[in-house]
Protein backbone atom coordinates (compact mmCIF):
# COMPACT_ATOMS: atom_id res chain seq x y z
CA UNK A 1 0.00 0.00 0.00
CA UNK A 2 1.72 3.31 -1.14
CA UNK A 3 1.65 6.09 0.33
CA UNK A 4 -1.11 7.70 -1.12
CA UNK A 5 -3.39 4.80 -0.88
CA UNK A 6 -2.92 5.06 3.63
CA UNK A 7 -3.88 9.02 2.61
CA UNK A 8 -7.35 8.30 1.11
CA UNK A 9 -8.29 5.37 3.92
CA UNK A 10 -7.49 7.86 6.82
CA UNK A 11 -9.32 9.95 4.97
CA UNK A 12 -12.52 8.21 4.39
CA UNK A 13 -12.54 6.85 7.85
CA UNK A 14 -12.49 10.90 9.02
CA UNK A 15 -15.55 10.87 6.77
CA UNK A 16 -17.12 8.00 8.07
CA UNK A 17 -16.55 9.30 11.78
CA UNK A 18 -17.80 12.67 10.86
CA UNK A 19 -20.92 11.23 9.63
CA UNK A 20 -21.81 9.01 12.13
CA UNK A 21 -20.93 11.49 14.76
CA UNK A 22 -23.87 13.65 13.47
CA UNK A 23 -25.66 10.93 13.07
CA UNK A 24 -28.28 9.99 16.11
CA UNK A 25 -27.93 6.92 18.40
CA UNK A 26 -30.97 4.37 18.43
CA UNK A 27 -30.24 2.16 21.81
CA UNK A 28 -27.54 4.35 23.91
CA UNK A 29 -24.71 1.66 24.48
CA UNK A 30 -24.39 0.10 28.25
CA UNK A 31 -21.42 0.56 29.56
CA UNK A 32 -19.34 -1.26 30.83
CA UNK A 33 -17.38 -0.72 34.40
CA UNK A 34 -14.59 1.16 32.99
CA UNK A 35 -16.86 3.38 32.02
CA UNK A 36 -15.58 3.90 28.48
CA UNK A 37 -17.70 3.78 25.60
CA UNK A 38 -18.32 0.88 22.86
CA UNK A 39 -16.29 1.60 19.78
CA UNK A 40 -18.01 0.39 16.49
CA UNK A 41 -15.37 -2.15 15.18
CA UNK A 42 -13.93 -2.01 11.92
CA UNK A 43 -13.18 -3.63 9.01
CA UNK A 44 -9.52 -5.29 8.93
CA UNK A 45 -9.69 -3.28 5.59
CA UNK A 46 -10.53 0.23 7.52
CA UNK A 47 -7.22 -1.18 9.71
CA UNK A 48 -4.32 1.47 8.96
CA UNK A 49 -0.98 0.13 10.29
CA UNK A 50 0.46 3.27 11.15
CA UNK A 51 3.67 1.36 12.52
CA UNK A 52 5.10 1.67 8.66
CA UNK A 53 7.41 3.92 7.56
CA UNK A 54 6.50 7.09 8.09
CA UNK A 55 6.28 10.18 5.67
CA UNK A 56 9.30 12.17 5.62
CA UNK A 57 6.98 15.26 5.48
CA UNK A 58 3.90 14.44 7.47
CA UNK A 59 0.80 15.75 6.09
CA UNK A 60 -0.84 18.65 8.05
CA UNK A 61 -4.35 17.78 9.19
CA UNK A 62 -6.38 19.02 11.60
CA UNK A 63 -7.83 16.38 13.79
CA UNK A 64 -9.99 17.61 16.95
CA UNK A 65 -11.31 14.80 19.12
CA UNK A 66 -13.93 16.04 21.67
CA UNK A 67 -13.79 12.93 24.64
CA UNK A 68 -17.17 12.76 25.51
CA UNK A 69 -17.95 10.69 28.64
CA UNK A 70 -21.85 9.53 29.12
CA UNK A 71 -23.37 9.78 32.07
CA UNK A 72 -24.63 6.34 33.60
CA UNK A 73 -28.40 6.30 33.61
CA UNK A 74 -30.17 5.85 36.34
CA UNK A 75 -31.33 2.28 36.29
CA UNK A 76 -28.11 1.54 35.19
CA UNK A 77 -26.01 -0.52 37.92
CA UNK A 78 -24.16 0.54 40.71
CA UNK A 79 -20.56 1.23 40.22
CA UNK A 80 -17.77 -0.96 41.73
CA UNK A 81 -15.53 0.94 43.71
CA UNK A 82 -11.98 0.94 42.74
CA UNK A 83 -9.55 0.53 45.21
CA UNK A 84 -8.61 3.73 46.85
CA UNK A 85 -4.67 4.22 47.20
CA UNK A 86 -5.43 4.38 50.74
CA UNK A 87 -6.31 0.63 50.72
CA UNK A 88 -3.48 -0.10 48.34
CA UNK A 89 -1.27 1.85 51.19
CA UNK A 90 -2.97 -0.09 54.04
CA UNK A 91 -1.96 -3.54 51.78
CA UNK A 92 1.65 -2.46 51.35
CA UNK A 93 1.85 -1.81 54.90
CA UNK A 94 0.76 -5.38 55.90
CA UNK A 95 2.70 -6.65 53.35
CA UNK A 96 5.87 -4.91 54.81
CA UNK A 97 5.17 -5.50 58.63
CA UNK A 98 4.43 -9.30 57.92
CA UNK A 99 6.99 -11.04 60.01
CA UNK A 100 9.23 -13.78 58.43
CA UNK A 101 8.24 -17.35 58.87
CA UNK A 102 11.65 -17.88 60.53
CA UNK A 103 11.77 -15.17 62.82
CA UNK A 104 11.56 -16.39 66.31
CA UNK A 105 8.46 -15.02 68.70
CA UNK A 106 9.37 -13.40 71.46
CA UNK A 107 7.77 -15.31 74.76
CA UNK A 108 5.89 -13.80 77.06
CA UNK A 109 4.60 -13.43 80.60
CA UNK A 110 2.43 -15.99 81.19
CA UNK A 111 -0.79 -15.55 82.84
CA UNK A 112 -1.03 -15.55 86.43
CA UNK A 113 -2.81 -19.24 86.65
CA UNK A 114 -0.22 -20.74 84.37
CA UNK A 115 1.91 -21.50 87.54
CA UNK A 116 5.18 -19.99 88.03
CA UNK A 117 7.62 -19.20 85.68
CA UNK A 118 11.25 -20.60 85.88
CA UNK A 119 13.51 -18.35 86.21
CA UNK A 120 15.96 -18.08 83.62
CA UNK A 121 19.65 -19.03 84.53
CA UNK A 122 21.97 -15.98 84.27
CA UNK A 123 25.47 -17.03 84.00
CA UNK A 124 27.91 -15.20 86.17
CA UNK A 125 31.67 -14.24 86.23
CA UNK A 126 33.57 -17.01 88.10
CA UNK A 127 35.12 -14.13 90.95
CA UNK A 128 33.66 -10.83 91.35
CA UNK A 129 36.64 -7.89 90.61
CA UNK A 130 36.63 -6.05 93.71
CA UNK A 131 38.08 -2.44 93.37
CA UNK A 132 41.65 -1.48 94.12
CA UNK A 133 41.07 0.06 97.04
CA UNK A 134 44.76 0.49 98.06
CA UNK A 135 45.09 2.73 94.90
CA UNK A 136 42.32 4.34 95.03
CA UNK A 137 42.84 5.66 98.22
CA UNK A 138 45.75 7.34 97.17
CA UNK A 139 44.40 8.75 94.18
CA UNK A 140 41.78 10.16 96.11
CA UNK A 141 43.96 11.80 98.91
CA UNK A 142 46.54 13.19 96.13
CA UNK A 143 42.73 14.68 94.52
CA UNK A 144 41.75 18.30 95.64
CA UNK A 145 38.21 17.87 97.11
CA UNK A 146 35.05 19.01 96.07
CA UNK A 147 34.97 21.88 98.48
CA UNK A 148 38.84 23.24 97.69
CA UNK A 149 37.78 23.05 93.95
CA UNK A 150 37.21 26.63 93.27
CA UNK A 151 39.13 28.10 96.23
CA UNK A 152 42.47 27.35 95.16
CA UNK A 153 45.01 30.42 95.41
CA UNK A 154 47.82 30.53 94.00
CA UNK A 155 50.69 31.26 96.05
CA UNK A 156 53.63 33.65 95.36
CA UNK A 157 57.29 31.98 95.60
CA UNK A 158 58.83 32.21 99.00
CA UNK A 159 61.11 34.87 99.40
CA UNK A 160 64.48 35.13 101.43
CA UNK A 161 63.40 37.50 103.50
CA UNK A 162 63.17 37.49 107.41
CA UNK A 163 60.35 37.84 109.44
CA UNK A 164 59.57 40.83 111.00
CA UNK A 165 57.62 40.52 114.61
CA UNK A 166 57.10 42.81 117.13
CA UNK A 167 59.34 42.55 120.42
CA UNK A 168 55.70 43.53 122.01
CA UNK A 169 53.46 41.33 123.26
CA UNK A 170 50.02 41.66 124.72
CA UNK A 171 49.36 41.60 127.96
CA UNK A 172 47.20 38.90 129.29
CA UNK A 173 44.75 40.45 131.85
CA UNK A 174 45.18 40.28 135.13
CA UNK A 175 42.83 38.29 136.72
CA UNK A 176 40.58 39.61 139.76
CA UNK A 177 41.64 37.81 142.70
CA UNK A 178 38.18 37.13 145.41
CA UNK A 179 37.97 36.22 148.66
CA UNK A 180 35.20 33.22 147.14
CA UNK A 181 37.34 32.35 144.58
CA UNK A 182 40.46 30.11 144.60
CA UNK A 183 42.41 29.27 141.47
CA UNK A 184 43.70 26.32 140.78
CA UNK A 185 47.19 25.67 139.94
CA UNK A 186 47.56 25.81 136.02
CA UNK A 187 49.08 23.01 133.92
CA UNK A 188 53.12 24.15 132.51
CA UNK A 189 52.97 24.73 128.91
CA UNK A 190 55.24 22.28 127.50
CA UNK A 191 57.87 23.14 126.05
CA UNK A 192 58.44 23.64 122.29
CA UNK A 193 61.48 22.78 120.46
CA UNK A 194 62.50 25.64 118.36
CA UNK A 195 65.80 26.06 117.93
CA UNK A 196 65.80 28.03 115.09
CA UNK A 197 63.13 30.45 116.62
CA UNK A 198 65.37 30.54 119.93
CA UNK A 199 68.25 31.90 118.13
CA UNK A 200 66.88 34.38 116.14
CA UNK A 201 63.39 35.79 118.34
CA UNK A 202 64.07 37.13 122.04
CA UNK A 203 62.84 34.83 124.66
CA UNK A 204 59.50 35.93 126.23
CA UNK A 205 59.09 37.02 129.31
CA UNK A 206 56.62 34.04 130.95
CA UNK A 207 55.72 34.53 134.52
CA UNK A 208 53.79 31.19 135.97
CA UNK A 209 52.38 30.42 139.04
CA UNK A 210 54.52 27.93 141.26
CA UNK A 211 52.07 25.63 142.66
CA UNK A 212 52.90 24.73 146.28
CA UNK A 213 54.57 21.51 146.76
CA UNK A 214 52.69 20.27 149.33
CA UNK A 215 49.01 20.54 150.47
CA UNK A 216 47.47 23.06 153.42
CA UNK A 217 45.96 21.34 155.43
CA UNK A 218 42.92 23.06 156.87
CA UNK A 219 42.56 23.07 160.52
CA UNK A 220 39.08 24.09 161.90
CA UNK A 221 40.08 25.41 165.54
CA UNK A 222 36.79 26.98 166.17
CA UNK A 223 33.96 29.25 164.80
CA UNK A 224 33.95 32.79 166.54
CA UNK A 225 31.47 33.37 168.72
CA UNK A 226 30.06 36.73 168.03
CA UNK A 227 29.08 38.74 170.97
CA UNK A 228 25.13 39.30 171.36
CA UNK A 229 24.18 40.71 174.26
CA UNK A 230 20.34 40.19 175.30
CA UNK A 231 19.68 43.18 177.25
CA UNK A 232 20.96 46.21 177.34
CA UNK A 233 22.42 45.56 181.09
CA UNK A 234 24.49 43.27 179.19
CA UNK A 235 26.09 45.44 176.68
CA UNK A 236 26.66 47.91 178.68
CA UNK A 237 28.85 46.14 181.86
CA UNK A 238 30.92 44.61 178.42
CA UNK A 239 31.69 48.15 177.13
CA UNK A 240 32.73 49.55 180.75
CA UNK A 241 34.94 46.49 180.88
CA UNK A 242 37.08 47.49 177.69
CA UNK A 243 39.85 49.75 179.07
CA UNK A 244 39.53 49.09 182.82
CA UNK B 1 43.50 45.06 162.20
CA UNK B 2 40.12 43.91 163.84
CA UNK B 3 36.77 43.92 162.37
CA UNK B 4 34.19 45.67 164.26
CA UNK B 5 30.30 44.02 163.54
CA UNK B 6 28.54 46.20 161.97
CA UNK B 7 26.51 48.86 164.59
CA UNK B 8 23.54 47.81 165.65
CA UNK B 9 21.02 50.92 165.71
CA UNK B 10 18.07 50.64 168.03
CA UNK B 11 15.69 53.98 167.05
CA UNK B 12 13.32 54.96 169.86
CA UNK B 13 10.08 55.91 169.40
CA UNK B 14 8.81 59.29 171.11
CA UNK B 15 5.71 58.26 173.61
CA UNK B 16 3.13 60.08 174.05
CA UNK B 17 3.63 61.95 177.15
CA UNK B 18 0.84 64.15 178.29
CA UNK B 19 2.15 68.37 178.69
CA UNK B 20 0.39 70.62 180.14
CA UNK B 21 1.01 74.46 179.33
CA UNK B 22 -0.80 76.64 182.35
CA UNK B 23 -0.82 80.05 180.88
CA UNK B 24 -2.67 81.51 183.80
CA UNK B 25 0.00 80.42 185.96
CA UNK B 26 2.60 80.28 183.27
CA UNK B 27 3.65 77.15 184.05
CA UNK B 28 4.35 74.07 182.25
CA UNK B 29 3.98 70.52 183.60
CA UNK B 30 4.74 67.13 182.58
CA UNK B 31 2.57 63.79 183.37
CA UNK B 32 2.06 65.87 186.61
CA UNK B 33 5.82 66.45 187.13
CA UNK B 34 7.52 69.11 188.51
CA UNK B 35 6.87 72.82 186.57
CA UNK B 36 9.60 72.81 183.86
CA UNK B 37 11.17 76.07 181.90
CA UNK B 38 10.61 75.89 178.37
CA UNK B 39 14.28 77.90 177.01
CA UNK B 40 15.86 78.57 173.70
CA UNK B 41 18.44 76.22 172.44
CA UNK B 42 21.00 78.72 171.81
CA UNK B 43 20.82 79.78 174.76
CA UNK B 44 21.57 77.01 176.51
CA UNK B 45 23.65 75.99 174.26
CA UNK B 46 25.93 79.23 175.14
CA UNK B 47 25.74 79.14 178.80
CA UNK B 48 26.87 75.68 178.36
CA UNK B 49 29.73 77.05 176.29
CA UNK B 50 30.87 79.69 179.07
CA UNK B 51 30.18 77.63 181.94
CA UNK B 52 32.72 75.73 184.06
CA UNK B 53 32.52 71.76 182.75
CA UNK B 54 32.13 70.65 185.94
CA UNK B 55 29.46 72.80 186.25
CA UNK B 56 27.65 71.98 183.06
CA UNK B 57 28.39 68.02 183.80
CA UNK B 58 26.70 68.39 187.45
CA UNK B 59 23.67 69.90 185.12
CA UNK B 60 23.58 67.41 182.91
CA UNK B 61 24.00 64.68 185.59
CA UNK B 62 20.85 65.98 186.95
CA UNK B 63 18.82 66.29 184.26
CA UNK B 64 19.66 62.68 183.57
CA UNK B 65 18.97 61.15 186.87
CA UNK B 66 15.60 62.04 186.48
CA UNK B 67 15.14 60.79 182.81
CA UNK B 68 16.63 57.40 184.50
CA UNK B 69 14.20 57.45 187.06
CA UNK B 70 11.18 58.22 184.49
CA UNK B 71 12.46 55.07 182.30
CA UNK B 72 13.03 52.69 185.06
CA UNK B 73 9.44 53.86 186.17
CA UNK B 74 7.87 52.91 183.02
CA UNK B 75 10.16 49.79 182.38
CA UNK B 76 9.55 46.31 184.14
CA UNK B 77 13.03 45.53 186.03
CA UNK B 78 14.66 48.06 183.66
CA UNK B 79 18.05 45.69 183.76
CA UNK B 80 16.51 43.03 182.37
CA UNK B 81 15.17 45.24 179.58
CA UNK B 82 16.34 44.66 176.28
CA UNK B 83 18.37 47.20 174.05
CA UNK B 84 15.26 47.83 172.39
CA UNK B 85 12.88 48.73 175.38
CA UNK B 86 15.37 50.68 177.44
CA UNK B 87 16.06 52.56 173.96
CA UNK B 88 12.52 53.15 173.41
CA UNK B 89 11.62 54.21 176.67
CA UNK B 90 15.41 56.65 177.84
CA UNK B 91 14.90 58.17 173.71
CA UNK B 92 11.37 59.03 174.48
CA UNK B 93 12.28 60.67 177.65
CA UNK B 94 14.96 63.13 175.97
CA UNK B 95 12.73 63.45 173.23
CA UNK B 96 10.25 65.02 175.87
CA UNK B 97 13.60 67.55 177.06
CA UNK B 98 14.04 68.61 173.29
CA UNK B 99 17.66 67.16 173.45
CA UNK B 100 17.72 65.14 170.11
CA UNK B 101 16.78 61.55 168.96
CA UNK B 102 18.45 58.93 170.50
CA UNK B 103 19.75 55.85 169.33
CA UNK B 104 22.10 52.87 170.26
CA UNK B 105 25.46 51.57 168.17
CA UNK B 106 27.26 48.46 169.42
CA UNK B 107 30.71 48.05 167.98
CA UNK B 108 31.78 44.48 169.04
CA UNK B 109 31.42 45.41 173.01
CA UNK B 110 31.72 49.17 173.20
CA UNK B 111 28.20 50.57 173.65
CA UNK B 112 27.94 53.93 171.15
CA UNK B 113 24.86 56.28 172.16
CA UNK B 114 24.55 58.49 168.99
CA UNK B 115 22.15 62.03 169.68
CA UNK B 116 20.78 63.00 166.24
CA UNK B 117 19.16 65.98 165.59
CA UNK B 118 20.16 67.56 168.56
CA UNK B 119 19.29 71.39 168.82
CA UNK B 120 22.16 72.43 171.54
CA UNK B 121 24.92 72.21 169.16
CA UNK B 122 28.65 70.62 169.28
CA UNK B 123 29.01 73.36 172.37
CA UNK B 124 26.19 71.04 174.18
CA UNK B 125 27.72 67.80 173.76
CA UNK B 126 29.21 67.88 177.07
CA UNK B 127 26.11 68.75 178.60
CA UNK B 128 24.26 65.85 176.13
CA UNK B 129 26.74 63.34 177.46
CA UNK B 130 26.69 64.42 181.12
CA UNK B 131 22.72 63.68 181.04
CA UNK B 132 23.89 60.14 179.32
CA UNK B 133 25.76 59.61 182.43
CA UNK B 134 22.76 60.18 184.82
CA UNK B 135 20.57 58.38 182.99
CA UNK B 136 22.82 55.18 183.59
CA UNK B 137 23.64 55.71 187.10
CA UNK B 138 20.16 56.03 187.68
CA UNK B 139 18.85 53.53 186.43
CA UNK B 140 21.51 50.64 186.06
CA UNK B 141 23.44 51.58 189.24
CA UNK B 142 26.38 51.41 186.83
CA UNK B 143 29.51 54.78 187.02
CA UNK B 144 30.05 55.34 183.67
CA UNK B 145 31.29 57.97 181.38
CA UNK B 146 30.22 59.21 177.87
CA UNK B 147 32.72 60.31 176.14
CA UNK B 148 31.69 62.69 172.86
CA UNK B 149 33.66 60.98 169.93
CA UNK B 150 32.72 63.76 167.54
CA UNK B 151 29.42 64.74 165.21
CA UNK B 152 29.07 63.10 161.40
CA UNK B 153 26.81 66.05 160.48
CA UNK B 154 24.04 66.20 162.82
CA UNK B 155 24.44 63.25 164.90
CA UNK B 156 26.58 62.97 168.15
CA UNK B 157 28.27 59.67 169.22
CA UNK B 158 28.97 58.93 172.53
CA UNK B 159 31.34 56.40 173.67
CA UNK B 160 29.90 54.15 177.08
CA UNK B 161 33.20 53.23 179.21
CA UNK B 162 34.27 52.93 182.30
CA UNK B 163 35.84 56.49 184.86
CA UNK B 164 39.57 54.66 183.56
CA UNK B 165 38.83 53.86 179.91
CA UNK B 166 37.47 57.22 179.37
CA UNK B 167 40.76 59.02 180.36
CA UNK B 168 42.50 56.92 177.74
CA UNK B 169 39.66 57.93 175.13
CA UNK B 170 40.26 61.16 175.69
CA UNK B 171 43.77 61.18 175.20
CA UNK B 172 43.97 59.12 171.99
CA UNK B 173 41.26 61.81 170.29
CA UNK B 174 43.60 64.11 171.77
CA UNK B 175 46.02 62.84 169.45
CA UNK B 176 43.84 63.13 166.55
CA UNK B 177 42.50 59.29 166.39
CA UNK B 178 39.24 59.37 164.60
CA UNK B 179 36.43 57.69 166.54
CA UNK B 180 36.60 54.45 164.62
CA UNK B 181 40.29 54.22 165.14
CA UNK B 182 39.39 54.58 168.86
CA UNK B 183 37.08 51.69 168.95
CA UNK B 184 39.12 49.60 166.55
CA UNK B 185 41.60 50.04 169.00
CA UNK B 186 39.61 49.69 172.00
CA UNK B 187 39.18 45.62 170.69
CA UNK B 188 42.88 45.06 170.63
CA UNK B 189 44.59 42.74 173.45
CA UNK B 190 47.35 45.84 173.76
CA UNK B 191 44.79 48.29 174.34
CA UNK B 192 43.53 46.18 176.95
CA UNK B 193 45.84 46.61 179.74
CA UNK B 194 46.61 50.10 178.39
CA UNK B 195 45.29 51.94 182.24
Known amino acids: MTHEQELEKLRSLLERVRANRSRPRAVAAPTDGDGAAEVELLDAEDVVELTAAAPSE ?16 VSSRRPIAMPSPMDEALAGAAQQFEAPPEREIPVKTPPPESGPQAAVPVELPAEPRLPEM ?19 VELEAPTRAGLELSSERPRAPVPVADELEAE ?54 ASLKLLE | MIRLPKPVATPSTVLAPKVEFDLARGQITLSGSAPRVLVPAEALSLLCKDADPEAVQSFGRR ?15 ISRASIEAVVERVGAELALMGLGSLAVERWGRALVCSVSAAPLGLEADALVGSV ?13 RAVPLGRV ?30 LERLHTPKSQGEP
Open chain 2, 153 to 182: GEEARFLIINPNGAIQVEKWLAQGSSWGQV
Open chain 1, 184 to 237: LPRAQAKPVERERAKAELPSPEITRRVAPAQTVEAKAVSAHKTFQPRTFAELLD
Open chain 1, 58 to 73: PPELEVTFEEEREEPP
Open chain 2, 63 to 77: LGVEVGRRAAEGLNQ
Open chain 2, 132 to 144: LEGVLEDAFGRAA
Open chain 1, 134 to 152: EGLREELAARPTTAQIGQT
